[in-house]
């Protein structure tokens, strides 16, 4: 299971940091990540880092602003979001596959956590 949590109201160039706790099983050789869905818009990958290696990718357009680590210990995948715009506004899902997550519809899909940056 993948539980997200930390989304909430922010103001235009505020910050969140959202987490991704996973249980039930263990995502070694698996890359875990984020999508994003806006109001009206399609799905769209943010950001992925493989579990083992730590080795991080990005869509590049939010690359200079978000930032996705995680935490062994913790079985937890975090994504910092900084300078966020109103754009940034949507249902951000935690998601895990043992393929790269820009080239496959993940495997494994956690509850979304809404995110809206107010101007």
């Known amino acids: 299971q993948l539980q997200a949590s930390g989304g909430g109201l922010v103001q235009v160039g505020g910050s969140l940091r959202l987490s991704c706790a996973a249980s039930?099983?263990?995502?070694?050789?698996?890359?875990m990540g984020w999508f994003r869905r806006a109001p009206g818009k399609e799905r769209e990958f943010v950001a992925g880092?493989?579990?083992?290696?730590?080795?991080?990718y990005y869509t590049d357009s939010l690359k200079d602003r978000f930032t996705i680590s995680r935490e062994k210990a913790e079985n937890t995948v975090y994504l910092q979001m900084n300078s966020l715009k109103p754009e940034d506004t949507a249902v951000y899902y935690c998601?895990?596959?043992?393929?790269?997550?820009?080239?496959?519809?993940?495997?494994?899909w956690g509850q979304g956590t809404q995110v809206t940056v107010s101007s």
């Open positions: 039930g099983r263990t995502f070694t050789g698996y890359t």
């Open positions: 880092i493989w579990w083992s290696s730590g080795s991080q």
């Open positions: 998601t895990a596959d043992i393929n790269r997550l820009t080239l496959v519809s993940p495997q494994y």
